[in-house]
Nanobody, 115 residues
Framework: QVQLVESGGGLVQPGGSLRLSCAAS????????MNWYRQAPGKEREFVAR????????NYADSVKGRFTISRDNAKNTVDLPMNDLKPQDTAVYYC????????WGQGTQVTVSS
């Protein structure tokens, strides 16, 4: 079964940290670009970060550069997103996405940044 399962979301105070993880199964993970997207209430889904299949190259939205880091482990079929210095505007549902010839999405994990 083709599947992406996100975990690690939760409630955190401004300035705090969370680490999101995404576990992949049922497809050739090491051949896929892996992305994180997020969708805040009332807003469209937006790109957060991307990592190439080998992990050699990463890209970030300007809003998260220097605070978020995307990494992957092709042996474990996982992709992580440590998030530091979180801000209220980071509040959103975060989605893991795998892209190659196909386009696979997870169910999302809620991140809430609030005091």
């Amino acid at each position: 079964q083709v599947q992406l399962v996100e975990s690690g979301g939760g409630l955190v105070q401004p300035g705090g940290s969370l680490r999101l993880s995404c576990a992949a199964s049922g497809f050739a993970f090491s051949r896929h670009y892996m992305n994180w997207y997020r969708q805040a209430p009332g807003k469209e889904r937006e790109f957060v970060a991307r990592i190439t299949p080998t992990g050699a190259t990463t890209n970030y939205a300007d809003s998260v550069k220097g605070r978020f880091t995307i990494s992957r482990d092709n042996a474990k079929n996982t992709v992580d997103l440590p998030m530091n210095d979180l801000k209220p505007q980071d509040t959103a549902v975060y989605y893991c996405n795998a892209v190659s010839l196909d386009d696979i999405w997870g169910q999302g994990t809620q991140v809430t940044v609030s005091s």
